[in-house]
């Protein structure tokens, strides 16, 4: 048998080898899109995870009352959260009210000492002993101890207690702000005045 030069042969051959590496390379890229695509989901899944726990984190008034016949309301929370619990020393609130068209306020942080609260404890736990908690955990509810006493800028004496409301006919609002970004605004109405009544 006489041997014979195929010249298509080659042709062939070369365009085996140029397919397999062109299904190499496509299967490296489509390797390398997956991944960009897996990468890119999950970011975007933490991303929304964070942005709902952040935006169910909220604290929710369940009630309030007069604490004293001066000047502090005792009310009641709860710590809502589909994220982590906080520090409660991060946690601020703002009482303020408005009377003649002066605006009156206090400020501070949950658990800062007032002289006129069960040993200095101004926020504990429902159904636990009055001891300051380090950090509010979620689905628990706390007494706090609201003093509208004497505070910053234009506190003076009484003003926005409940006596002081009471006697001036005028609103209190009480805000708590997290550390996060989130605040809640109760109002607080005094309609008779005394020692235990609802604070509405």
């Known amino acids: ?100 068209d002066q605006i009156f306020r206090r400020m501070g942080y949950l658990g800062d000492t007032v002289n006129s609260a069960p040993n200095g404890v101004t926020i504990w736990e429902v159904g636990e002993d009055i001891a300051l908690p380090t950090e509010l955990i979620s689905g628990k509810r706390y007494f706090v101890i609201v003093d509208g006493g004497t505070g910053t800028g234009n506190g003076a004496g009484r003003a926005c207690g409940p006596e002081w409301i009471f006697d001036n006919g005028v609103t209190a609002y009480y805000s708590i702000y997290l550390p996060n970004g989130g605040h809640t605004t109760q109002e607080f109405r005094v309609n008779v005045f005394e020692v235990g009544e609802s604070v509405t």
């Open 1 to 100: 048998m006489e041997k014979q030069n195929d010249p298509f042969a080659q042709v062939g051959l070369g365009a085996m080898i140029l397919f397999i590496g062109i299904i190499i390379a496509v299967s490296s890229s489509m390797y390398v899109m997956i991944n960009q695509l897996e990468r890119i989901s999950q970011s975007a899944e933490e991303t929304v995870s964070i942005a709902t726990n952040e935006g169910h984190t909220q604290v929710v008034f369940i009630g309030g009352w007069i604490d004293d016949a001066y000047d502090d309301y005792l009310i009641m929370i709860e710590y809502q959260s589909l994220g982590k619990n906080v520090q409660t020393d991060e946690v601020g609130w703002v009482l303020w009210c408005e009377h003649n």
